[in-house]
Structure formats: C-alpha cells, structure tokens
T-cell receptor, first 118, second 112 residues
C-alpha cells in the first residue's frame, strides 16, 4: 500500500513562499500523477494541482499564478510551492496520488497544517 | 462557492438509509462517468469510497452505493452505523473553462 507523507514548515509569514514536500513510500513516483489538495480550517476541499508522470502540470486557475508543483524522481518526492501567501492560504495541505481514468485521488497523505501569520 | 452543490448536512438514525446529492453541470457530472465520493472523519485525510459513479474500491463496505442521473450524482449509505458520521465530498472530472477537478462543498452526516 503506497504511503504519502507531507513535510515542511507549519508557519509561514505573509508575502513569503509556502513550500511542502511529499515523500512517497511503498511505491514509485514513476507512472502516476501526483497532486495537492488543501482544506482551510472548518471548510471544504480545494484542488490545487497535479503533476503527471511525464512532468507536465495542471493547476487550479484561481491559484495558477502563484503555484508550482515539481518532482524529484531520484528521491521519490514531489513538492508544492505557493508564493505571496496571505492568511487566506492557511489550511491543511494534503498530498495525494491522482489516478487517471478514474480521475480521482486514491491515496492520501495525512495532511500538514500550514498557518500564515506574522 | 463550490462547483458542485451538496446539502450542508444530513442526518439519520442507526439502521436507516440516507442519500446525499451532488449537483453539477453538463461540463462535469452530466458529461462524465468520473464522479467520486470521499469520506472524511475529523482530523483525518479524505478516503475514497466511490469511484466512477458506482464502483467501490477494495475494502469499502457495500453499504455505500453511488448513482448518477443527468447532472446530479448521489451517494446512499444503507444501514447507518455510528462510524459513518463524517463529512462526505463528491468530486467530478470537468472540462469547463475552470479547474479540471472540482469538489462539492461537502455534507456533514450526523448519525442520531
């Protein structure tokens, strides 16, 4: 069973860059899509984006100007960068494996709370 | 505002059945078989419980059932149990001008 684990700072200052890494274990990063979903406190899920097995990316248009998802196949990791953060970016950030056809996230990390505050 | 519309809350007693609706458009739910449902307990990650409208992943109870008609998908939980109390989210593949993956706003299920 593939397992995912998010890591990164739990506190980021306004206007700075949020950076998270997802480490994949019991499975290979190759051959799959990998993505990020976030959930503000007390609110619903929001798709951030994903990176394909070929390295192409697709992002939520509402975040596209600030988001970069990348991968390091040698480390079996993929990462999220979100620039110019504000308090509205405070959320639990989940990394997940995206299964194409059926087009859903079938394996999830436990989530990482990132707070944006000075 | 979420792209897919779900009721904010539903409730039922143990042993009863409940249905959660998920209404989209012809650009998402209405045009694709790619409707999924997730269960999320407090403080936990979402868990995939229904894939491709009706399919249950391995290990998911057959008390969970999915259906779709037109632009509306639904999740029915038969024989409610206390552990079913959670938030439920629908999602669909989409080809509108906006995001490719759209989530519903979520439904809080309370088992009375």
């Amino acid at each position: 069973q593939v397992q995912l684990q998010e890591s990164g700072p739990g506190l980021v200052k306004p206007s700075e860059t949020l950076s998270l890494t997802c480490t994949i274990s019991n499975g290979s990063i190759s051959g799959y899509y990998w993505g990020w979903v976030r959930q503000p406190p007390g609110k619903g899920l929001e798709f951030i984006g994903y990176i394909s097995y070929g390295g192409s990316t697709e992002y939520n248009p509402s975040l596209e100007s600030r988001v970069t998802i990348s991968r390091d196949t040698s480390k079996n990791q993929f990462s999220l960068q979100l620039t110019s953060v504000t308090a509205a970016d405070t959320a639990v950030y989940f990394c997940a494996r995206y299964a194409t056809d059926p087009e859903n996230f079938d394996h999830w990390g436990q989530g990482a709370l990132v707070r944006v505050a000075s | 505002q979420s792209a897919l519309t779900q009721p904010a809350s539903v409730s039922g007693s143990p042993g009863q059945s409940i249905t959660i609706s998920c209404t989209g458009t012809s650009y998402d739910v209405g045009n694709y078989k790619y409707v999924s449902w997730y269960q999320q307990h407090p403080g936990k990650a979402p868990k995939l419980i229904i894939s491709e409208v009706t399919k249950r992943p391995s290990g998911i109870s057959n008390r969970f059932s999915g259906f779709k008609s037109g632009n509306t998908a639904s999740l029915t939980i038969f024989g409610l149990q206390a552990e079913d109390e959670a938030d439920y989210y629908c999602t669909s593949y989409a080809t509108s001008s906006s995001v490719r993956v759209v989530f519903g706003g979520g439904t809080k299920l309370t088992v009375l």
